[in-house]
Structure formats: C-alpha cells, structure tokens
T-cell receptor, first 114, second 119 residues
Framework: GQNIDQPTEMTATEGAIVQINCTYQ??????LFWYQQHAGEAPTFLSY????GLEEKGRFSSFLSRSKGYSYLLLKELQMKDSASYLC???????????????FGSGTQLTVLP | GAVVSQHPSWVICKSGTSVKIECRSL??????MFWYRQFPKQSLMLMATSNEGSKATYEQGVEKDKFLINHASLTLSTLTVTSAHPEDSSFYICSARDFIGTSGIDTQYFGPGTRLTVL
C-alpha cells in the first residue's frame, strides 16, 4: 500500500516562492504526480517525476528523491490565482491483473495573500 | 492537453432513486478510467477502476451492487449510484488514463466532477 504525507495548509505572499513537501512510503513506485485543485473543481495535472531530480515547467518545478521517499513542488512568483489545494499522488508499480493506480495525499491548501 | 468531460455537473435527487453519471474522453481513447469520490476538505478516494469491455475492479469497502460501473466503449464510462441515500452525497470525479500519451507520459486526466446531493 501507499502512505502519503503533506502539510495541511500553507500561506504565502503574492510574488513570493513557496515549497510544498510530500513524503511517501510505498510498496511499489512508478511515478509521482502533482495536481492542482481549486475549490469545487476537479484536479488538473501539474507535473510528473519518475526519476530523481528536478523537473521545471514555467513557474512550477517538482523534485523527486526516490531513496528518501520525498518530493516537493516549488511555486515561484506566486499569483493570487495560485490559491488552491495541491495534491501529491503516487502511482503503484504495475501488478498482475491491475491497472496502474494513483494514491493521493490529503492535499495542501495554499493561500496566497496580497 | 487531453480533455475529459463529465455529465451532469451537479444533480439533486430524492433518497431511494438512482443517478447515472457519464464520463467521456473527448480527444483520446481510454482503455482505463477511474472513479473517485471526494468529501469536503478531504482528498480523492479511489472507488473503482473501469476497464473497457470487462468488469470494473472495486476498492475495498465500495459496494459494487450500489455503484454500478459500465465501460462500454473506449471513450465512455458510466457510474450509476443505485438507491441513493443522503450519505452518498459527495463530489464524484472520473479520470481517464492517457496511455499513448498526448502529454508524452502515461497519466490521468480528470473530468470536472459531479456534485451529487441526495435529499
């Protein structure tokens, strides 16, 4: 199974940088995803890491260390519209007869203040 | 990017009735779709994995006779909540697996969700 931990809430100021951490314990690992979810809406895909290191995508970057079971999402030049819940999700390694599944953390609610 | 639609976006029904929710992948074929449920301020909980042309795989604790899933084509999966009760009120979200990879990776894209309220 999977156990995923991330902070419940974070607050930052417009224009700043914020790092959202995620730690996981897993019996199988086949990639880590970050999703953004605004209230009342479905999650939208932000980033994907399967190898160690940093993946950069505009204002958002995601880092993975498989040996430490650790990832973070880095948001730069924060904007008010970045206020949302950020979900860390780990995908299982393929097992016989089952599709690859995502297990989600509880999400980190980020509030960006003016 | 890949687009997944869901219908209806919200529904209110009386206790004891059944509700059908449709999930469609609009610009790609999805052999696998997933159904999630999300209660307020909680994360997504996987209910079942839907595979085209075969029976769905349900997560532990999810009643397969209550939550009927049909994946009749590569672009459509349906979830029917039978004999709905107030405790079934929740946000139901589907996702479709883009295996070939319009994004270049094997990932899931989510529909906009269906908010179900059972009176």
């Amino acid at each position: 199974g999977q156990n995923i931990d991330q902070p419940t809430e974070m607050t930052a100021t417009e224009g700043a940088i914020v790092q959202i951490n995620c730690t996981y314990q897993t019996s199988g690992f086949n990639g880590l995803f970050w999703y953004q979810q605004h209230a009342g809406e479905a999650p939208t895909f932000l980033s994907y890491n399967v190898l160690d290191g940093l993946e950069e995508k505009g204002r958002f970057s995601s880092f993975l260390s498989r040996s430490k079971g650790y990832s973070y999402l880095l948001l730069k030049e924060l904007q008010m519209k970045d206020s949302a819940s950020y979900l860390c999700a780990v995908r299982d390694r393929v097992s016989s007869g089952s599709a690859r599944q995502l297990t989600f953390g509880s999400g980190t609610q980020l509030t960006v203040l003016p | 990017g890949a687009v997944v639609s869901q219908h209806p976006s919200w529904v209110i029904c009386k206790s004891g009735t059944s509700v059908k929710i449709e999930c469609r992948s609009l610009d790609f074929q999805a052999t696998t779709m997933f159904w999630y449920r999300q209660f307020p301020k909680q994360s997504l909980m996987l209910m079942a994995t839907s595979n085209e042309g075969s029976k769905a795989t349900y997560e532990q604790g999810v009643e397969k006779d209550k939550f009927l899933i049909n994946h009749a084509s590569l672009t459509l999966s349906t979830l029917t909540v039978t004999s709905a009760h107030p405790e079934d009120s929740s946000f139901y979200i589907c996702s479709a697996r883009d295996f070939i990879g319009t994004s270049g990776i094997d990932t899931q894209y989510f529909g906009p969700g269906t908010r179900l309220t059972v009176l």
